[in-house]
């Protein structure tokens, strides 16, 4: 496992449950913080059809809600859940997180310091901020909230990285 991979962290699912990142070892992900009164939610549907095109690829879609722009993620644990169910999720959502400043969970602090990661300092400036993580679990990429997960350009940079060999 690479020093810059973010393998090394572990995240808590909505349930409470602690889920190592390690677990999508071999995967391509795309990392995305997402709320529920936001003028991007409707990319929780664009996420599922996403997810959907690569449905028989090692490609996953971790969701986490963030209350850190506008106070615009107020539910909690289970309403979150139920709420994305109906836009579609068939993605990992995980518990509602910080993702910026300084209380930001350690896996948002590691995409904001390129010392950390060995690609660059990013910080979500909004809600439905996506990274792209190749199969070693290393940060290649970030798209800003008015990028759609459904653009040409995520779509062929998630084929490149899938089509790629360690």
């Known amino acids: ?22 677990d999508f070892s071999g995967k391509v992900l795309m990392i995305v913080n997402t709320a529920s009164a936001c003028g991007f939610t409707p990319q929780l549907k664009d996420l599922a059809q996403l997810k959907t095109q690569f449905k028989d690829q090692p490609f996953e879609i971790l969701a986490f809600p963030s209350n850190d722009f506008g106070g615009q ?32 969970h350690p896996l948002y ?7 950390q990661n060995g690609k660059l300092n990013s910080v979500p400036r909004w809600n439905f901020h996506k990274f792209l993580i190749d199969r070693e679990g290393r940060v290649v ?17 998630i084929s490149r990285l899938l089509a790629a060999t360690s």
């Open 1 to 22: 496992m690479s020093d810059t991979s973010i393998y090394r962290f572990s995240v808590q699912t909505l349930d409470g449950e602690e889920k190592s990142l390690s």
């Open 141 to 157: 990429d970030f798209f800003y909230p008015f990028t759609k997960p459904t653009s040409g350009k995520i779509r062929k940079k």
């Open 73 to 104: 993620e107020p539910l909690e644990g289970a309403a979150i859940a139920t709420f994305c169910e109906n836009f579609g999720a068939n993605y990992q959502l995980f518990e509602k997180v910080r993702v910026r400043g300084p209380y930001a």
């Open 109 to 115: 602090q590691f995409f904001a310091d390129r010392k």
